[in-house]
T-cell receptor, first 114, second 114 residues
């Protein structure tokens, strides 16, 4: 099984500033995917960004970018220009390319301060 | 609008009773999943199904059962054998089983055992 570690249980960021949420993973699979999801207080999981392990470039989706360091097994999420609506739980997850079974971290709670 | 629906949103059950959580998707996705989320924790996989009439146990399948008779439906039954069923349950689907596809999530069902 794969293991995901999110070491920051809670983070605070000033509105309009950037914030980095950490994620490290442990896998022996040669090929895998990395995902970030946002979970607002309502409970639904919202997909943010995907990075394939063989992708050379870091993924970006609007204000979200993924700082992928394969040798360190690190896949940190960077949110630029934080907005009040970004306040939520954020989960990192991995999957193996042999099967779409996701493994989730314990999440980071982000609070954006006006 | 395409998406995943789960019902009911809140469910209360007496100890010793079985209860079935509904999950329906109109995204024409082959793969479907059930996760359990406890407070302060990430998501843990209960069961998954790659195609109709096929399903596999995830990491915490004991005390749960599923069926996949139709592509769009993947109901989860929480049986009386589940020792601690109070949790938030999330259903998800993806286009395929290969690990490069994002999973789309439903709004969740919050189950409370009285």
């Amino acid at each position: 099984a794969q293991k995901i570690t999110q070491t920051q249980p809670g983070m605070f960021v000033q509105e309009k500033e950037a914030v980095t949420l950490d994620c490290t993973y442990d896998t022996s699979d040669p090929s895998y995917g990395l995902f970030w999801y946002k979970q607002p207080s309502s409970g639904e999981m919202i997909f943010l960004i995907y990075q394939g392990s063989y992708d050379q470039q870091n993924a970006t989706e609007g204000r979200y970018s993924l700082n992928f360091q394969k040798a360190r097994k690190s896949a940190n999420l960077v949110i630029s220009a934080s907005q009040l609506g970004d306040s939520a739980m954020y989960f990192c997850a991995t999957s193996s390319n042999t099967g779409n079974q996701f493994y989730f971290g314990t999440g980071t709670s982000l609070t954006v301060i006006p | 609008d395409g998406g995943i629906t789960q019902s009911p949103k809140y469910l209360f059950r007496k100890e010793g009773q079985n209860v079935t959580l509904s999950c329906e998707q109109n995204l024409n996705h082959d793969a479907m999943y059930w996760y359990r989320q406890d407070p302060g924790q990430g998501l843990r996989l209960i069961y998954y199904s790659q195609i109709v009439n096929d399903f596999q146990k995830g990491d915490i399948a004991e005390g749960y059962s599923v069926s996949r008779e139709k592509k769009e439906s993947f109901p989860l039954t929480v049986t009386s054998a589940q020792k601690n069923p109070t949790a938030f349950y999330l259903c998800a689907s993806s286009i395929g089983w290969e690990g490069v596809y994002e999973q789309f999530f439903g709004p969740g069902t919050r189950l409370t055992v009285l």
